[in-house]
């Protein structure tokens, strides 16, 4: 009998701190239950042979891959990073020849991290044939590897902890980065898509550069370090900064500050459901007055669902498209349904989930 290696990973939520980790500082992102499944078993091929049900598309691999043949962003290249990210971490380790399904429940581009899911789940399906044993800080660190520096995508580390560690962490993006579990809360999330397309690469570009700039001339400024800085300290010198630099100043700093305080909520044992609500709905305007990453759409199903008696709810990914994640304790299905009727968009109940898996039968 054929041994089949089967591996998943998840879709993420980022419920706090958007736009920090590439700042080094911490976000606090949540896996949820839709999920990215991966089966594979070797073949006497002398090829990988990839199949996704969702896309309706066939790739077929070699298994010596030496570099990247396909065009970046393309599903084909998500596969060949991933298998070139896991031979620079295991450099004498081959890839037996298989043949590979893939079944998504992840909507592509729309901000819950459909790639960062790809990688994780790949790099464990890789990991369970080659028979190598990696550990969660591993996966996410060969899925970073792929992404980043083979494909060449501006993203930070969030998204593939948060898949390969699951649950609710707090991920302080330092390097190395830590990593420290948060107590869940007795809440429920739903997920509306926006319907309109995120891709990472548009946001990460020029935004990004902007952001980085204006933190850093304040740093020179002030001769200190952003995770020291406070809404205080940048009133008391607004005098010297540009229009444009102190929205960004206050959306980022106003931001990391909100995540400190949901990090310190979040490790309690009774928290406070009211507050955490209104943390997400404050980073959400950060996000979109400061910032500049949102849309009318995405502003419309954070106040449609404020109205409706949610607890509150922000943008998810990098903006200017993808989902919405909104933070409900009452209600919450005739919320869902109340949005999808006004809203006419998808609508998701999630749960927070476990991390990336691999199960060999």
């Known amino acids: 009998m054929n041994t089949m290696f089967y591996s998943s990973a998840p879709a993420r939520v980022c419920l706090y701190g958007e736009h920090q980790d590439y700042l080094k500082q911490k976000v606090i992102p949540a896996a949820v239950n839709l999920r990215l499944y991966i089966r594979s078993k070797k073949t006497t091929k002398s090829k990988i042979s990839i199949k996704s049900r969702d896309l309706n598309n066939e790739v077929t691999l070699p298994n ?21 990210a ?28 459909s790639s960062a899911a790809l990688l994780v789940a790949w790099i464990e ?22 992404e980043h520096n083979i494909l060449g995508i501006p993203c930070g580390k969030m998204d593939q902890y ?22 869940e809360p007795q809440v429920d999330l739903i997920v509306v898509d926006s319907k309109t397309p995120k891709f990472t690469s548009d946001v990460h570009g ?31 010198r607004k005098n010297d900064l540009s229009v444009k630099d102190l929205k960004i100043l206050k959306a980022v700093i106003s931001i990391k500050e909100n995540t400190l305080e949901a990090e310190h909520e979040l490790s309690k044992q009774n928290m406070d459901y009211e507050l955490l609500g209104d943390l997400l709905t404050k980073q959400q305007i950060q996000l979109r007055e400061g910032i500049g990453v949102s849309l009318p759409i995405l502003d419309k199903i954070v106040d449609e669902s404020i109205a409706l008696g949610a607890l509150g709810g922000k943008l998810t990914g990098a903006g200017l498209g993808g989902s919405v994640v909104i933070m409900s ?12 009727q006004k809203l006419k968009l998808p609508v998701k109940t999630v749960k927070i989930d476990e991390g990336s898996s691999l199960v060999v039968k």
């Open 86 to 113: 896991f031979k620079n971490f295991k450099h004498e380790t081959s890839i037996a020849p298989i043949d590979v399904t893939i079944v998504s429940q992840i909507p592509i581009a729309s901000g819950l991290s």
């Open 206 to 236: 020029d935004k990004v550069q902007k952001i980085k700039t204006a933190v850093t001339k304040f740093e020179n400024l002030t001769k200190s370090n952003l995770s020291e800085l406070s809404v205080d300290s940048l009133n008391q």
């Open 162 to 183: 948060a898949s390969s560690f699951g649950k609710i962490i707090c991920l302080s993006t330092t390097e190395p980065p830590e990593v420290k579990q948060l107590n």
């Open 329 to 340: 304790i009452d209600n919450t299905q005739e919320i869902a349904n109340s949005l999808r």
């Open 64 to 84: 010596n891959l030496t570099r990247l043949t396909s065009d970046i962003g393309s599903f084909e290249s998500y596969l060949e990073a991933g298998m070139l």
């Open 125 to 146: 399906n890789l990991a369970g044939v080659a028979d190598v044993h990696l550990n969660e800080r591993e996966v996410a660190e060969i899925a970073y590897d792929a």
